[in-house]
């Protein structure tokens, strides 16, 4: 998201902020702002950018780590509570799960993550060796094994 552009007659012009605008935009507030209306919260980068001379806030909202974002507070014309919003796939704009398939995605993409998690977990705990551990010599230790040879 870019904060610092109008929309004039369905066109966007880069107008920039002000400092007395970029100084509301500290990341503390906009995450403490963010949090009730995220569960679970959002993770997400803010940076001021200069473009033609103008400086303007970029928001930067990181994919879910692991279960989607449900929407935790209505915002009146804007917000249901209770909503999962995603990027669509016809054009850019965020709206709630649209299709049967936009939510299949969205649910896959969970279960990949979890199954992710799943395998780091077990991995940890010593239950799952994968990629099998090497019986035999590394490739390192076979190259200077080699190497020995040619001197």
């Not at 109008?6 to 605008?21: K, R």
Request: net charge negative; aromatic share 8%; glycine share 6%.
């Amino acid at each position: 998201m870019i904060l610092g552009v109008e929309e004039v007659d369905v066109t966007l012009h880069p107008v920039g902020l002000s400092d007395e605008q970029l100084a509301t935009w500290r990341y503390d507030d906009v995450a403490a702002s963010l949090a009730e209306y995220a569960d679970p919260s959002v993770s997400f980068e803010l940076e001021t950018q200069l473009y033609s001379g103008e400086r303007y806030i970029v928001l930067t909202v990181h994919e879910f780590e692991d279960i989607p974002v449900l929407c935790a507070r209505n915002y009146p014309e804007v917000l249901r509570k209770g909503a999962c919003y995603v990027r669509s796939r016809h054009k850019p704009e965020t709206s709630e799960i649209p299709s049967q398939e936009d939510m299949r995605a969205l649910l896959d993409l969970a279960i990949d993550k979890g199954v992710q998690q799943w395998v780091a977990r077990t991995r940890e705990a010593g239950l799952l060796v994968w990629p099998p551990t090497p019986t035999g010599p590394s490739d390192e230790e076979r190259f200077r094994e080699q190497g020995r040879d040619l001197t």
